[in-house]
T-cell receptor
């Protein structure tokens, strides 16, 4: 089946430093799955951060970027300069068909220190 | 504005007892609806989705069932809870095309003892 592996546990970064949360995937149901990053801020519901449905393309939102790399089957989340307000749990996900039957990673908790 | 409401906020139930979790979406007609579940320390899994009233597709078999009795309501239930049902249940909605953004509810924390 499909699977998503992302940086496990907690990542701690100082404010204004760069960030990368790794995400690699394995898709058996489809050659080029749709890829997503979701985020859950403290006290809020899960929400979509960005998505890319075409291999080779880059998605961006709120200063975060992720590039769909089909050669390395990766979709790493990056930000050049994090802020304390970016502290949240981030989930990488894939699907063969948009919102249907997605596969999620276990989530990465980002803590940004001032 | 659209709102999504889940009930209850939290529940503590005994093994073997029945369960009913609810989700209501206001301000949007004919949404697609979804149930998700996350065990403590586990991954988020989509359990069911529904694109119209009365029709529900099962994604993961967990001895749970779902129903959509009204356009704006999605119910998750079981007659007999298992310990493995413990976790966090999320309801979500989206517009009726497959790449529409999903909007998630606040969730229900279920503890089965």
């Amino acid at each position: 089946g499909d699977s998503v592996t992302q940086t496990e546990g907690q990542v701690t970064v100082s404010e204004s430093k760069s960030l990368i949360i790794n995400c690699t995937y394995s898709a058996t149901s489809i050659a080029y799955p749709n890829l997503f990053w979701y985020v859950r801020y403290p006290g809020e519901g899960l929400q979509l951060l960005l998505k890319v449905i075409t291999a080779g393309q880059k998605g961006s939102s709120r200063g975060f970027e992720a590039t769909y790399n089909k050669e390395t089957t990766s979709f790493h989340l990056q930000k050049a300069s994090v802020q304390e307000s970016d502290s949240a749990v981030y989930y990488c996900a894939l699907s063969a068909g948009g919102n249907y039957k997605p596969t999620f990673g276990k989530g990465t908790s980002l803590v940004v220190h001032p | 504005a659209q709102t999504i409401h889940q009930w209850p906020v939290a529940e503590i139930k005994a093994v073997g007892s029945p369960l009913s979790l609810g989700c209501t979406i206001k301000g949007k007609s004919s949404p697609n609806l979804y149930w998700y579940w996350q065990a403590t320390g586990g991954t988020l899994q989509q359990l069911f989705y529904s694109i119209t009233v009365g029709q529900v597709e099962s994604v993961v078999q967990l001895n749970l069932s779902a129903s959509r009795p009204k356009d704006d309501q999605f119910i998750l239930s079981t007659e007999k809870l298992l310990l493995s049902h413990s976790g966090f249940y999320l309801c979500a909605w989206s517009l009726g095309w497959e790449y529409a953004e999903q909007f998630f509810g606040p969730g229900t924390r279920l503890t089965v003892l």
